[in-house]
């Protein structure tokens, strides 16, 4: 088992910039595979981008594609998003997730263990 812990989190305007960090603590962090997601109010809990053990693999969903890069730095545990050109509709409450595997999944009912999440809000 692994704990996240996500910050970064904030109020932002529309065409602005956040980056999220989740910090891990536990099992070896470079054993997993690690998840951003977001749920937005009254939706369904949706997957932003995944990036493998090594970080040489990295996947997005297609509204954040060229807007939002996923790194993690294995030698301080920790994950980011970076996210530009922010849009209204990607306001949510964004969770970081753990796989213990070396396989990329983009479901979330493939991770083990999840942060508490952070929320953004950007305004129009």
């Known amino acids: 088992q692994v704990q996240l812990v996500e910050s970064g989190g904030g109020l932002v305007q529309a065409g602005g910039s956040l980056r999220l960090s989740c910090a891990a603590s536990?099992?070896?962090?470079?054993?997993?595979?690690m998840g951003w997601f977001r749920q937005a109010p009254g939706k369904e809990r949706e997957f932003v981008a995944v990036?493998?053990?090594?970080?040489?693999?990295?996947y997005y969903t297609d509204s954040v594609k060229g807007r939002f890069t996923i790194s993690r730095d294995n030698a301080r545990n920790t994950v980011y998003l970076q996210m530009n050109s922010l849009k209204p509709e990607d306001t949510a409450v964004y969770y970081c997730?753990?796989?213990?595997?070396?396989?990329?999944?983009?479901?979330?009912?493939?991770?083990?263990?999840w942060g508490q999440g952070t929320q953004v809000t950007v305004s129009s």
């Open positions: 997730a753990a796989d213990f595997s070396m396989l990329v999944y983009t479901t979330a009912n493939r991770y083990d263990d």
């Open positions: 536990g099992r070896t962090f470079s054993a997993y595979t």
């Open positions: 990036i493998s053990r090594s970080g040489d693999r990295t």
